[in-house]
């Protein structure tokens, strides 16, 4: 699908929207409804008990949907011309317990690196909603989560994205951390390359006089 050069794509924080909105983001079916954005904010060994109706309740409590004046929240919403299209989490790295102590430790592979550090934040997860693919939905997440991070006084914001390559085919449940691109349009820079498909992408802000 071809985009719309005249539909315009704008980022709120997730505190200033609808829990609604944020709902058809989502769906009702695949896997961002299924994970709820929870797939790092639950330990491995506990995920399969907890129920997706409770992963979306812990997801409602941490962005504050509908509540503007709140000073917390776990994410951004995009809207095109209006309607809810995309999300993206992005928090202090500590707010994410599984990234911190997982299996699979992509962000600390050949970095010496203070994982408790909470001026380190992270984008964790995008999900654009079925219908609005390929329109730049991420790639203006992306932007805006570096934007949201330095105004919430983050010294440093990371990403762990994968790396595709033309021809080789990628889901989008693989696609939820976002693809090299989309993270090197808004400005990262890479940092290491932990396997053959991750790559560890960073912005650091300039200290603040």
């Known amino acids: 699908m071809v985009a719309d050069p005249h539909q315009v794509i704008t980022v709120l924080p997730a505190n200033e929207t609808s829990w609604d909105d944020l709902r058809a983001v989502f769906g009702t079916r695949g896997d961002a409804a299924r994970c709820q954005c929870q797939r790092y904010k639950i330990r491995d060994r506990d995920w399969a008990s907890v129920p997706v109706e409770v992963r979306a309740e812990r997801l409602r409590e941490e962005t504050d949907c509908g509540h503007p004046?709140?000073?917390?929240?776990?994410?951004?919403?995009?809207?095109?011309?209006?309607?809810?299209?995309?999300?993206?989490?992005?928090?202090?790295?500590?707010?994410?317990?599984?990234?911190?102590?997982?299996?699979?430790?992509?962000?600390?592979?050949?970095?010496?690196?203070?994982?408790?550090?909470?001026?380190?934040?992270?984008?964790?997860?995008?999900?654009?909603?079925?219908?609005?693919?390929?329109?730049?939905?991420?790639?203006?997440?992306?932007?805006?989560?570096?934007?949201?991070?330095?105004?919430?006084?983050?010294?440093?914001?990371?990403?762990?994205?994968?790396?595709?390559?033309?021809?080789?085919?990628?889901?989008?449940?693989?696609?939820?951390?976002?693809?090299?691109?989309?993270?090197?349009?808004?400005?990262?820079?890479?940092?290491?390359?932990p396997t053959l498909r991750r790559v560890v992408m960073r912005v650091d802000f300039p200290p603040s006089r």
């Open 69 to 193: 004046e709140a000073d917390r929240t776990s994410g951004l919403v995009a809207y095109l011309d209006g309607e809810p299209v995309g999300w993206c989490a992005v928090e202090p790295r500590t707010a994410y317990p599984r990234l911190l102590h997982g299996r699979t430790p992509v962000p600390w592979v050949g970095r010496d690196e203070e994982r408790a550090d909470a001026g380190v934040w992270a984008v964790t997860c995008f999900v654009t909603r079925v219908g609005f693919r390929r329109r730049g939905v991420s790639r203006a997440l992306a932007r805006a989560a570096v934007d949201f991070a330095r105004r919430r006084g983050a010294r440093a914001v990371e990403g762990y994205p994968m790396i595709t390559h033309p021809g080789r085919e990628v889901t989008w449940g693989e696609l939820h951390v976002g693809s090299r691109s989309i993270f090197a349009d808004a400005g990262f820079a890479e940092v290491s390359r």
